[in-house]
């Protein structure tokens, strides 16, 4: 695997999607710069599609606010009620609650002093939240220029049936597909990776004929 597999992947799926702020959480919540709205995007989107998470996030921002001190200030039950759409609301708002703690007592209520900490300062201290695991904040990282590839279930599945990775572990996968997705095209790969999934290499029924990748993929060549 190679570094120029990857610039072949990601140049047919350029010509075919183009990953926009509308459908993508994370991508949606970055514009305003603030760091912990992203994380508090990315917590909100675990396992629910974008559709709940956009909604859960909006209700939150209207009815609680965005902001570290919003978040502490309304509690645990009125962010558990705002983001209900998006589901698991018990440890999803435990989880915002204590992220927004954090963000107060520790970064002065600005979560970028982590982030300039660098990538592992950020992994411990965002790891140690109990409901905050090495997806939310590869996403976080990703999203803010450090050359990671988040693995969520589409880049997973995409990935083992290109023959990309043979791993079933995170970590695994990751590992993989950082060995051919260059440093400054990973986040750009994972949303790419993600819109082929949710479009075209489908869970029950990929749509193999259709896909811009059929001719180097091993799931596609080894049936037909
Ligand atoms: S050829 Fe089929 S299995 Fe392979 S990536 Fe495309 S849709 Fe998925």
Redesign the pocket.
């Known amino acids: 695997m190679s570094f120029e597999l990857g610039d072949k992947i990601l140049e047919r799926l350029r010509e075919r999607f183009s990953p926009s702020s509308e459908e993508f959480i994370a991508l949606w919540a970055r514009e305003g710069g603030d760091p912990f709205r992203v994380l508090v995007a990315i917590i909100i989107s675990q396992n629910t599609n974008e559709k709940n998470s956009f909604e859960a996030f909006r209700r939150l921002g209207s009815t609680v606010g965005l902001t570290p001190e919003a978040i502490l200030k309304g509690g645990v039950g009125a962010v558990r009620e705002a983001i209900k759409p998006a589901g698991l609301q018990d440890s999803k708002s435990a989880a915002i609650v204590e992220v927004a703690r954090v963000t107060l007592e520790k970064y002065g209520g600005d979560l970028r002093r982590l982030l300039d900490l660098g990538e592992e300062a950020v992994r411990r201290e965002l790891t140690a939240v109990k409901g905050i695991g090495y997806k939310t904040v590869d996403v976080l990282l990703a999203s803010f220029g450090y050359p990671v590839l988040p693995v969520d279930t589409h880049v997973k599945r995409?990935s083992r049936?290109?023959g990309l990775s043979g791993s079933s572990s995170y970590m695994g996968v990751r590992r993989d597909l950082e060995r051919i997705f260059r440093p400054e095209v990973r986040f750009e790969a994972h949303l790419l990776l993600i819109k082929?999934g949710r479009e075209?290499?489908k869970a029950r029924e990929?749509?193999?004929r259709e896909?811009p990748?059929?001719n180097i993929?091993t799931?596609?060549t080894a049936r037909a």
């Open positions: 995409v049936r290109l082929l075209v290499c990929p749509r193999c896909c990748l059929n993929c799931y596609y």
